[in-house]
């Protein structure tokens, strides 16, 4: 398999809450909500970097589309990491996200592994790590 992941979904229970938290209080840009007019096919994508869209699905058509039973979410299933490119921009998303309604799990510290990072929670309960590794840095 030759690494050309191109999607992150994430399950989620209230579209149009989850599209107000990333789009209005993380600032993610999108067209908002499209696919309404097919059952099940409510869907909102966000455009990341190098053409990565990173995407929002209830977690009841997931499992119709999967022909899977719904199942119960988990917080340490995965987490999604934010890296940044300093320590006070790890402090001003983690503000930022706190204020868009998420959980701070973790507050933003120094780390074991000689970097800096804090946890939160999205709505629905998903982890993310926002991080300053310098080794992870990207070119833009």
Known sequence: MKPRISVITIGVDDLEASL???????????????????????VVFFNLQHGLKFALFSRANIAHDVGIEK??????????????????????????????????????GKTFWGGYAGYFQDPDGHLWEVVYNPAFLSED
Do not use: C
């Not at 299933?77 to 998420?102: C, K, P, Q, W, Y």
């Open 71 to 108: 199942a119960a979410p988990g917080p340490t299933e995965f987490t999604l990491g934010h890296n940044v490119i300093s320590e006070s921009e790890v402090d001003a998303v983690m503000a930022r996200a706190a204020a868009a309604g998420a959980r701070v799990i973790k507050p933003a």
């Open 20 to 42: 107000t938290f990333y789009r209005d209080g993380l600032g993610l840009p999108t067209d908002g909500i499209i696919g309404q007019e097919f059952e099940h096919g409510a």
